[in-house]
């Protein structure tokens, strides 16, 4: 989970958002999964811009053993790959096992404890 937030961190900065406005989904980036997961599969390949509400629920990991990833994609490959999807348009319902990751809540749970020893000093 932290490998996901400081790749959700590093990958949303002005520069990377001005160079790479989308993320693509990628299922099983490393073609390790042997079970796949049909909800997964289902987002494989699909383009969003980096700020669709989506990403809290989708951003890899997505489920306990997830090995999906993203890719940045910019304006030119976002229209060759048959352009954006808005996530609006891809209701989804919690895992089955429970297991729930958002960067930003992660991000709060990570950053918290290093601010707070910051600001003791």
Not at 46 to 54: L, Q, T, V, Y
Request: glycine residues 8%; aromatic residues 10%; negative net charge.
């Amino acid at each position: 989970m932290a490998a996901a937030v400081g790749q959700y961190e590093e990958e949303t900065r002005p520069d990377n958002l001005e160079l790479w406005p989308y993320w693509r989904y990628v299922h099983d980036k490393h073609g390790r999964s042997k079970t796949p997961r049909d909800d997964h599969l289902a987002l494989d390949g699909k383009i969003f811009r980096k700020d669709d509400p989506i990403w809290h629920q989708i951003f890899p990991p997505r489920d306990l053993g997830c090995l999906c990833g993203v890719e940045q994609v910019d304006e030119e490959e976002a229209a060759e790959a048959g352009g954006v999807c808005d996530g609006r348009d891809f209701p989804l319902s919690a895992p089955a096992s429970g297991y729930a990751f958002d960067w930003e809540a992660a991000l709060e749970l990570i950053a918290a404890p290093c601010v707070s020893d910051v600001l003791r000093w």
